[in-house]
């Protein structure tokens, strides 16, 4: 370990950002080894500024995140907090024992636990910018790596998908353990968003549908195939430009998704809504049960019905978000 000697007053602030993310075909057969499709969601993102506190002691770290109400030293929060753990784990990853005296301030506009990648996109913020502030910004592979060691703190077995799509901030095709595959967008299409607003931890969903799997394996194998399949297909179709095709693939991966008991009332309705408001297909997005669903809009003019109507049946917020734009 060394211990890096830096001119504490010549310090600049460091800032980083990292957006949202939606699944759009394959999530929970993913942590099975099928392939998943996601994208970025730049309109909503999380950001970290470090700057260095010219008055403090080597090694103290406060931390602020307004939206979870937290002002606290780093060390007084429990090991294993997520926010302690990427901080510690950044300074593994430099192999440097004590950080100069900072302040670390985290903000996000993506709402928490409902299936866009908020944790994520936090770890990642924060890698960057106190890997920077550290004179050592890690590489894009490391970050990844880092913030998925942290996405086992919220749900326990990460297939590791939301961690890649936010590092590298592009469209992916994911397949658990393999390299990413980059995904051609062959012509843009258009995503409504609508939240639920009922939080839902990822941990909780994925937990019983392995309790249900290991109950039954060739039932839910069976269903994971299809997922498998529709993924492929939706991967054909987005690389070839036929977007409207995207509509029925994902109804028929959210008729799947139910079958797995990750959708709630609160997502069908809001799926409901969204078709009979002219959307092509839609379904949950993320871990389920509460959380965020996706529409496709038959153009992007007609994103703002669908939004809309998603209000007026319950969602507490929506957002558009134009893949390949
Ligand atoms: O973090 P969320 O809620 O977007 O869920 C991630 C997707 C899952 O497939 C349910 C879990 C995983 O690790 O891939």
Redesign the pocket.
Known sequence: MTKILVKKETMPAFTASAPG?I?LF??????YGRP?IAVPVTQVRARAVVKANPRGRSGELRIQAAEIDLDAPLDSLSKQHPLRRTVQETLNALSVSIAPACMLRISSTIPI?????S??AVSIAVVRAFSAFLGYPLPDERVSAIAYEI?KL??G??????NTVITYARPVFFVRGQPIERIKIGAPFTIVIGDTGIP?P?AA??GDLRQAWQASPRHYERLFDAVGHLTLAARRAIEAGRTRELGPLMDENQTLLAEMD?SSPQLEDLMRAARAAGALGAKL????RG?NMIALAPEAGSAEKISLALQDAGAVHTLVTTVGE
Request: proline content about 3%; aromatic content about 2%; cysteine-free.
């Open positions: 993310k699944i394959g999530e929970h057969a993913v942590v998943a636990a409902s299936g866009l990648g944790g994520a996405e919220y749900h077995t990460p297939s590791g998908i939301d839902s990822t969903a994925v990750v997005s993320g871990g389920g959380g």
